[in-house]
Nanobody, 127 residues
């Protein structure tokens, strides 16, 4: 069992930056590939970014590539999402998720492949 708690969401102006954090419970954090997803009002939850167990491999949605950076600190059981160049379209509840994987180099892009989810943190970007 893994419990995930996101933090760092806020109201920010367009063009600004935020860093989201997701703290995981337990001693097996490094066994999980991690991901960030987001859900805007009236829309489906969508993939944002993913990172492999060892942090060497990352993957991004086209809409955030070049603006967002995912990273992890396995010693701190934490995954981060650094967001810059924020746009009003980035407004959403952001969720982190954990996917148990054997490979240290695999990233996971699809919701159905994630085993655990956090409760979400609100990011609002004003124009």
């Amino acid at each position: 069992q893994v419990q995930l708690v996101e933090s760092g969401g806020a109201l920010v102006q367009a063009g600004g930056s935020l860093r989201l954090s997701c703290a995981a419970s337990g001693r097996t954090f490094s066994s999980y590939a991690m991901g960030w997803f987001r859900q805007a009002p009236g829309k489906e939850r969508e993939f944002v970014a993913a990172i492999s167990r060892n942090g060497f491999i990352t993957d991004y949605a086209d809409s955030v590539k070049g603006r967002f950076t995912i990273s992890r600190d396995n010693a701190k059981n934490t995954v981060y999402l650094q967001m810059s160049g924020l746009k009003p379209d980035d407004t959403a509840v952001y969720y982190c998720a954990a996917s148990r994987r054997d490979s240290q180099y695999r990233t996971v892009r699809y919701l159905k492949d994630y085993d655990y989810w956090g409760q979400g943190t609100q990011v609002t970007v004003s124009s």
